[in-house]
């Protein structure tokens, strides 16, 4: 199943990619660049099942970020069917962990946030946006577990919760289900689409400028500076990546661009 929206990197994180090799982040943003990175890659995850696994007949939108009331949340994935929206939360938790008076702990004790409490609010807040835009069909939300290293001890079977072992009896279910799409359905995809936020207020970015960063191009592939130019072609050292020549320096172009969208590119 194709998706009607694709989902893109975060413009935040691909920035933190490039200021983890050209800086030291401070502990605090190397973290979260960490976790921003894990939860990506656990979208991706999902999108990968729904690729393979869905086949029938719905609008798939990734990787949303709305707003209502002045309140800006965002919503993973939701799956447009003719009589349901499935919006989903996709965690990438790997190792053990436990349920317990209505919150999970890693198994040292550590308390992590609930998912089931960030799902309420985006459930209520896309509920309420739909309406306002008139469109009125039920919502059944869930939690996604994807990575398969993951267990949750004592979880309620009455949570909406989902595992990696259960998706794919998950995905046969709505493969067996009725859904026959109209224009209407369409018109709601499209309207999320044109709600959709390309800017996410949820920065947090270090500090940084052009003097503190380490310079010269790095590999496409292992990210490191270890480049030699041979002939036409870019060559790794560490890895053995070859990149057309022309192609590496564009790619620092639009790199250094990112980094710096005020900055005039010149040439020494």
């Known amino acids: 199943m194709k998706a009607y929206k694709t989902r893109e990197e975060p413009k935040q994180l691909q920035i933190l990619e490039l200021l983890d090799v050209r800086m030291e982040l401070p502990e605090d943003k190397k973290r979260y660049y960490l976790s921003l990175k894990k939860g990506y890659e656990g979208e991706r995850m999902f999108d990968q099942q729904i690729e393979e696994k869905l086949h029938n007949n719905c609008y798939v939108?990734?990787?949303?970020?709305?707003?209502?009331?002045?309140?800006?949340?965002?919503?993973?994935?939701?799956?447009?069917?003719?009589?349901?929206?499935?919006?989903?939360?996709?965690?990438?938790?790997?190792?053990?962990?436990?349920?317990?008076?209505?919150?999970?702990?890693?198994?040292?004790?550590?308390?992590?946030?609930?998912?089931?409490?960030?799902?309420?609010?985006?459930?209520?807040?896309?509920?309420?946006?739909?309406?306002?835009?008139?469109?009125?069909?039920?919502?059944?939300?869930?939690?996604?577990?994807?990575?398969?290293?993951?267990?949750?001890?004592?979880?309620?079977?009455?949570?909406?919760?989902?595992?990696?072992?259960?998706?794919?009896?998950?995905?046969?279910?709505?493969?067996?289900?009725?859904?026959?799409?109209?224009d209407m359905h369409k018109q709601l995809a499209n309207k999320l689409v044109s709600l959709h936020l390309n800017e996410s207020p949820f920065q947090q970015l270090p500090t940084y400028r052009y003097d503190m960063l380490k310079k010269g191009i790095i590999c496409a592939t292992c990210r490191s500076f270890a480049l030699v130019f041979i002939g036409r072609n870019c060559v790794c050292k560490e890895c053995g990546h070859v990149e057309n020549a022309r192609a590496a320096i564009l790619r620092s172009i639009w790199e250094y661009k990112l980094l710096f969208p005020d900055r005039k590119v010149t040439t020494v």
Do not use: C, W
Request: charged share 15%; glycine share 4%; hydrophobic share 35%.
């Open 61 to 182: 939108l990734n990787d949303l970020l709305l707003q209502f009331n002045n309140t800006t949340f965002q919503i993973d994935t939701v799956l447009i069917f003719g009589n349901m929206l499935r919006p989903f939360e996709v965690k990438n938790y790997e190792g053990d962990y436990y349920y317990e008076n209505d919150k999970i702990y890693s198994s040292s004790g550590r308390e992590i946030g609930n998912p089931l409490n960030q799902l309420a609010k985006t459930e209520s807040l896309f509920r309420n946006l739909l309406h306002s835009h008139g469109f009125s069909l039920p919502i059944s939300a869930n939690v996604v577990f994807i990575n398969p290293e993951f267990s949750l001890y004592q979880a309620p079977l009455n949570k909406p919760f989902l595992f990696h072992s259960q998706l794919n009896r998950f995905f046969n279910q709505l493969n067996e289900q009725p859904s026959k799409l109209t």
